[in-house]
């Protein structure tokens, strides 16, 4: 006798790949279900097809996978991650590309059926033939997505835009065949003429062949560019771990071997060298460096490390050299649980309810109760079955929304086109969705409110000490330097003069630098440093330090033959029109909110600069979705905008993310927005387009069901001439991209 083993009980919580959805209705069914299951309390993103479950109680993975396929779509355990990026799942490429081929093959054949039927002097003998031969394709191959999502809704007693489009297309297709094989519409030489009256018809003449290929061609249109926004969903990961060392040198037995950094463990040595990405996680046992961390963690001067300090992989050396001890790898690293964090802000995402899903869960009963209706009081009045007949189908294919399949797509398409021209990149429809109720922006400072490079701001002589001179010998020390700080007094000072050359120069980690330059022997670096050096340093000095800490800036100083003889001031500058834009966005009803890494100091002179009230400083990226999640608790709608890795999960979490397109790729793939130009105030530019994008999609919806509407009842009466419907719905369709085309002349405040 076999002997059974019980399945593993549901993890908790667990992550379902879901498969064969097509809308946000598909997502809610789902969940829906899920939760009827007791103990199981289920949230389904239609965006990312992911299910989150939270499991209290005996419920099995199984079990779970067998009630989402029995409400009639697929689901899995979602495969582990690839060893290069972990959780990067995509759409398949396969199907992708077959969307697209199924696409094209639809726009090939319906534009010459569209365009004879719309144009009685191209109606040559036998047109309606040959537009029967290229629209059947279209219906069959081109809809099978709808078709087949439609006949899933009617098994679970569901109605969705796919109902919708099924229902009509497939309405208009049937009565097309009807009318060519069994009516009038096949004789040689049959026309559509240009009539707009209003009669009875038995239909046996008119065929409907552009409206079912239109539509189809249309919706498909609309499906293959949300695909290829759904198919980038994993990109922010994949963008994220790539920025980690590929490969590392450690050290075994005193020798150096370079290995990939996936064969690195926990307690192995490396070496990381001057300008290298440090590995993984771990402790410094030999070398003192300045370390970059400004992508991780948003502090735009570089952080002295020394023996026994910690450092965190895909951070840059910019210093020394250093051997490091590993002490986390792999999924347990700081940028492997960012890359977490960005995965669960994306999944955590409420499901986009699409308004043209919702219309068409009350409009499609609607109509097919109406044409029930209309077939029963057709024959109940004994006008027979022909008449009927013809009114019903009058009735869907009236209801079949041409111009619906139009409304998102064009606004969308010109939208976005215009935001490219003005450096603004918009991902998808559900982003507009988050642009009209945003309150509150958080705003990061490194990179996004300042330039993200370090700057000479202030030079202070000591008395009595030529400023030239100064310039011109500490600069040629400090082009020596790889360090950042180093390199803004260098470029500075090149810019004054030629600097002269250098001899005897030496790095002294964490400290400073000494050389000598035209006979003298210069230290430059902190005061601390000079007074260890028994160097004389001036009042006047100490104050100009003083005020540059106070200042929020970085202070070196620089001196020789004993004495202190400058101070130079340098830190990360303000954006010039990072002022205006806050007042920009304040114009749009938003807080703005400075939220950095950095400290407090530098912080709160930043944000004084360009007009800022309420500061948040000293986060890590995880305190940073912690702030966006907080106020989003209280009842906040948040933007954020950001250019850095450290933003990424953040920008993720948002309900509106807007990333610098000068950043980092990671926050850019994160982001719901792109401003391709430095400047922030394009920022407020993009919800400005976005908002008016919606508001555009949103009245073609109302003007495509409102041509519907109004022709319904005369295709109940049964006075639907066909060249009226084909009218109605030229006109209406022409209405929408005329209404879509608007948005070319969107000005920006930024020019």
């Known amino acids: 006798m076999a002997i059974t083993r019980p399945l593993p009980v549901a993890p908790n919580p667990i992550e379902l790949q879901i498969g064969g959805m097509t809308c946000s209705s598909c997502a809610s069914r789902i969940e829906k279900k899920l939760n009827r299951i007791d103990g199981v309390t289920a949230t389904v993103n239609y965006a990312t097809e992911k299910a989150t479950v939270t499991v209290d109680g005996e419920v099995t993975v199984d079990e779970l996978i067998a009630t989402v396929e029995k409400t009639g779509y697929t689901a899995a355990v979602p495969q582990p991650p690839a060893a290069d990026y972990p959780g990067a799942a995509a759409e398949p490429a396969d199907e992708f590309r077959a969307l697209r081929t199924r696409l094209f093959i639809a726009i090939a054949l319906s534009v010459p059926v569209i365009a004879l039927a719309m144009v009685p002097a191209w109606q040559f003998t036998y047109w309606q033939w040959a537009s029967l031969t290229l629209a059947a394709p279209v219906v069959v191959y081109g809809g099978w997505p709808f078709h087949k999502a439609a006949w899933t809704n009617v098994r679970h007693g569901a109605a969705t835009m796919d109902t919708l489009v099924s229902l009509g297309t497939i309405a208009a297709f049937g009565w097309s065949l009807w009318a060519l094989f069994l009516g009038t519409a096949g004789t040689p030489g049959m026309t559509h003429p240009f009539e707009l009256t209003i009669s009875r018809t038995d239909g046996t003449g008119a065929i409907y062949l552009e409206a079912a290929a239109g539509v189809t061609t249309f919706i498909l249109a609309g499906r293959y560019f949300e695909a290829r926004s759904k198919r980038r969903a994993g990109a922010a990961l994949r963008a994220l771990l790539e920025l980690g060392a590929r490969d590392v040198t450690v050290l075994r037995d005193g020798t150096e071997h370079r290995i990939p950094v996936a064969e690195l463990a926990v307690g192995d040595r490396f070496v990381v060298r001057p300008g290298e990405k440090i590995a993984t996680d771990g402790i410094i046992e030999d070398g003192s460096s300045a370390v970059d961390a400004s992508m991780l963690t948003g502090e735009s001067v570089p952080v002295e490390v020394t023996e026994g300090d910690s450092v965190v992989g895909a951070t840059v050396n910019a210093g020394g050299r250093l051997i490091v001890r590993a002490t986390r790898v792999g999924a347990d690293t700081q940028l492997a649980q960012m890359a977490k964090l960005v995965e669960q802000a994306q999944t955590g995402k409420a499901p986009v309810q699409r308004l043209a899903d919702r219309i068409s869960g009350i409009f499609v009963p609607i109509v097919i109760a109406l044409a029930v209706g209309t077939l029963g009081w057709w024959v109940g009045t004994g006008s027979g079955w022909t008449a009927a007949f013809t009114a019903a189908v009058a009735v869907l294919i009236i209801a079949c929304p041409c111009a619906l399949g139009l409304a998102t797509p064009t606004a969308l398409l010109v939208g976005t086109g215009r935001g490219a021209q003005l450096g603004i990149l918009i991902k998808g429809p559900e982003v507009l969705e988050s642009t009209r109720s945003v309150d509150t922006v958080l705003l990061d400072k490194t990179g996004t409110v300042t330039t993200g490079q370090m700057t000479l ?37 090149a810019d004054t003069a030629p600097l002269w050359p250098v001899t005897g120069f030496r790095n002294l980690e964490g400290l400073g630098v000494t050389g000598t330059v035209d006979g003298r022997d210069l230290l430059i670096g902190r005061l601390t440093l000079m007074r260890e050096r028994g160097l004389d340093v001036p009042a006047g000095i100490e104050q100009a330090v003083t005020a540059a800490q106070q200042a929020g800036r970085t202070a070196v100083v620089a001196g020789w033959g004993g004495r202190v003889r400058g101070v130079y001031a340098v830190a990360d500058v303000v954006k010039p029109t990072s002022r205006d834009a806050v007042a920009q966005l304040r114009g749009l009803g938003l807080t703005p909110v400075l939220l950095t890494g950095d400290n407090e100091t530098v912080a709160r002179t930043v944000a004084a600069e360009v007009g800022i009230d309420e500061v948040i400083a000293e986060v890590l990226p995880a305190d940073k979705v912690d702030v966006v999640k907080r106020l989003q608790s209280e009842g906040n709608v948040v933007a954020m905008v950001g250019d850095g890795v450290n933003d990424a999960a953040a920008l993720a979490q948002a309900d509106l993310g807007l990333a610098m397109g000068t950043g980092t790729d990671v926050a850019i793939e994160a982001s719901d927005l792109t401003l391709v130009r430095g400047d922030l105030r394009v920022a407020a530019d993009a919800i400005r387009l976005s908002r008016r994008t919606l508001r555009i999609i949103k009245s073609n919806l109302f003007w495509a069901f409102a041509y ?18 084909g009218a109605a719905m030229a006109f209406s369709s022409v209405f929408v991209v005329a209404n879509s085309l608007r948005l070319r002349r969107f000005t920006t405040a930024t020019r």
């Open 457 to 493: 701001v202030d030079v202070t002589p000591a008395d009595g000490q030529d400023r030239r001179e100064l310039l011109r010998l500490t600069g040629a020390v400090e082009a020596a330097s790889e360090h950042p700080i180093a390199q803004a007094i260098a470029r500075a000072t």
């Open 708 to 725: 519907n509407v109004a022709a319904l009842p005369l295709a109940a009466a049964g006075l639907l001439n066909p060249m009226i419907a």
